[in-house]
């Protein structure tokens, strides 16, 4: 059993890894592209906002009118982080980045570097997915935080009804609840990247091909549900993928026919998803932890 | 010895074999690896440093294994073969960030550093990023990181890839002198044979992932006893001296006036011949070598061979 001190002598050893790997992603082109593309869906809903596309031109979407006048618009900015963000956009940059902490190091081979160097593997381990960890809420949280607080205080502006905004007669009192509330998503948005993150850095270190592996872990149901369709013949493939990416951008509630049903899903209890999260993160700490020891690299 | 042994190990991709079957120790001094792509000479790389384990045998160092031997990795130093560097990394960065991993006090790493950047003729790039960087440099920052942490032991895979002449130059030096100086224990792998041979004072070659031939250069060609050598003799008295040895060789050919080409399958014995003529009947020999005795021309003799049928050690 490894003692306390061992432990943090290990972690000190290898924290470079760490910080090298924070680094290595925060130059990278790829986080970029993934930190804008988190507020696609936001910049998609800013624009039919504005320039009202809910018109018969895009009928060809299925997409009804909508009453998006006062508070109905900022209500939708947080449809659009249940429909959208969450399952779809945050899912995919937790995907990439942690398919990639390992795997873009093995593919370039300067994973040499840091394994033969005398450091206990199971640590560096641990620094990729903090490293991962770091870099996915780097990502993610901007347009989290930019989409509710823009939401929040335009509410406040125009004194707009708003489920997640604060209700009180002081300015503090509003932004309290408002912070309040904003922490639940951030909490959510934590346990969403840890949990995904621990299972794709592991498919990324120990995989060779590990993004097909990491779709399906990532987007399961979503894919059955295509495969679902397409086997039914519902719909014509091309205009059924279409139709989907469009309303997935804007968060639209029924992006699939029939996808609503199976979010149920979804509907958790709050005790029952912290203990799985913390189940999950131990399991999948433990066994990346043993199986980063046994490694090779190629 | 370096005390790194391999014992019965192999190595399997797959249905692709890596090694097979194979049995060394490595020497003190300069050691070369020699083999065709796909021989395994990069499989035994890895597995010297902790990057790959065998499916089948044993490597260890000092009796004790190599895989997870911490002790051991703090006094190795590993380049590479692929052109593979962090390229948003200043060349100083980089040195920096590899010397983070081996417990140096900050002073120390900065002196080291200033020494590896002279020693691989890098000082005035140090800070430019490493994308900028000709080929050659990349290589030699390659190196520069694995003589870090001043290890006894460097493996360096295909050193002189991509390099021009001085690069060469440099990184052969940089060696030779860490042998003789410092009696480091190198062991490099690569393709130019000529530079192996002269910096090489042991030699291991691989084919088809088979040890086939392990020893010095001019131990090995004398072991393939079985294929005459070709030696070239000049004398001024020519005529006598192949009255002399003619029964003795397996070839004769005239190069030119004073000059004879023989191929001879015991090279000791001849040698010793020409001796006693030199003294017994005093012919004089202006010159004599060997025209096949390099590394490159026993690699080619060595390669025309089954491997799976034979061995040579010397």
Aim: with cysteine; hydrophobic share 45%; proline share 3%.
């Amino acid at each position: 059993m490894i003692t306390f001190s061992e432990f943090k002598e290990n972690f000190r050893r290898t924290r470079p890894v760490y910080s090298l790997s924070v680094k290595a992603k925060t130059v990278n082109k790829t986080t970029l592209f993934l930190l804008l593309g988190m507020l696609l869906p936001y910049l998609v809903q800013l624009i039919i906002y504005f320039y009202g596309i809910y018109d018969n031109r895009w009928g060809f979407l299925q997409i009804e009118r909508r009453d998006l006048t006062g508070g109905n618009f900022y209500k939708r900015m947080m449809k659009v982080q249940f429909n959208a963000a969450f399952p779809y956009f945050y899912t995919m940059a937790a995907l990439i980045l942690g398919t990639n902490m390992y795997r873009d190091e093995i593919n370039e081979d300067t994973i040499s570097y840091i394994m033969t160097k005398p450091l206990p593997r199971d640590y560096i381990f641990i620094q990729k997915y903090l490293a991962y960890l770091r870099m996915a809420l780097a990502v993610t949280m901007p347009a989290l935080t930019v989409s509710f607080w823009t939401a929040v205080l335009a509410s406040f502006i125009f004194d707009a009804e708003f489920d997640y905004a604060g209700k009180g007669d002081t300015l503090m009192s509003y932004l309290l609840i408002s912070t309040y509330n904003w922490l639940i998503f951030v909490v959510g948005l934590f346990i969403l990247v840890s949990t995904l993150g621990i299972v794709f850095v592991t498919t990324g270190m120990l995989l060779r091909r590990p993004l097909l592996a990491n779709l399906f872990i990532g987007f399961g149901i979503l894919i059955e549900q295509i495969l679902i369709d397409l086997i039914d013949n519902r719909i014509e493939p091309l205009y059924l993928s279409i139709n989907f990416i469009v309303r997935m951008l804007i968060g639209y509630d029924d992006a699939f026919p029939g996808f609503l049903v199976k979010r149920e899903i979804y509907n958790f209890n709050e005790v029952a998803t912290l203990i799985n999260t913390i189940l999950i993160l131990i399991i999948g700490i433990l066994f990346g932890m043993k199986r980063a020891k046994q490694k090779e690299f190629w | 010895m370096t005390g790194i042994s391999f014992d019965s190990v192999s190595k399997f991709y797959g249905e692709v074999v890596g090694l097979n079957d194979v049995t060394f120790s490595i020497p003190k001094g300069i050691t070369g690896l020699v083999g065709s792509n796909g021989a395994g000479k990069t499989t035994t790389l890895k597995m010297c440093v902790a990057l790959l384990k065998p499916d089948l045998g044993t490597v260890t160092v000092n009796d004790e294994p190599i895989w997870g031997n911490l002790g051991y990795l703090s006094r190795i130093g590993y380049a590479t073969e692929k052109d593979k560097l962090y390229n948003w990394m200043t060349g100083e960065e980089f040195l920096d960030w590899n010397g983070k991993f081996y417990q140096m006090e900050p002073k120390e790493l900065e002196t080291r550093k200033m020494e590896i950047l002279e020693l691989m003729n890098l000082r005035e790039a140090k800070d430019r990023r490493i994308a900028g960087y000709s080929r050659g440099m990349r290589q030699r920052i390659k190196i520069g990181q694995a003589l870090l942490n001043n290890p006894d032991i460097i493996f360096v895979d295909e050193p002189m890839s991509g390099t021009d002449p001085l690069g060469r130059y440099t990184i052969a030096e940089t060696f030779r002198r860490l042998q003789k100086e410092e009696g480091k224990s190198i062991i490099l792998s690569s393709h130019v044979l000529h530079e192996l041979e002269r910096l090489s004072s042991w030699v291991l070659v691989l084919e088809n992932g088979k040890l086939v031939a392990e020893g010095t250069i001019h131990g090995i060609r004398l072991a393939l006893s079985d294929i005459p050598q070709h030696l070239v003799i000049s004398s001024p008295n020519i005529s006598q001296l192949v009255s002399f040895i003619v029964s003795e060789v397996d070839e004769l050919k005239r190069v030119d006036e004073n000059k004879i080409e023989v191929a001879v399958r015991k090279r000791r014995n001849f040698e010793k011949m020409l001796l006693d003529l030199q003294q017994e009947k005093s012919i004089e020999i202006t010159e004599f070598y060997s025209v096949d005795g390099d590394l490159s021309s026993i690699y080619q003799l060595l390669k025309k061979r089954d491997s799976a049928s034979w061995r040579y050690i010397a």
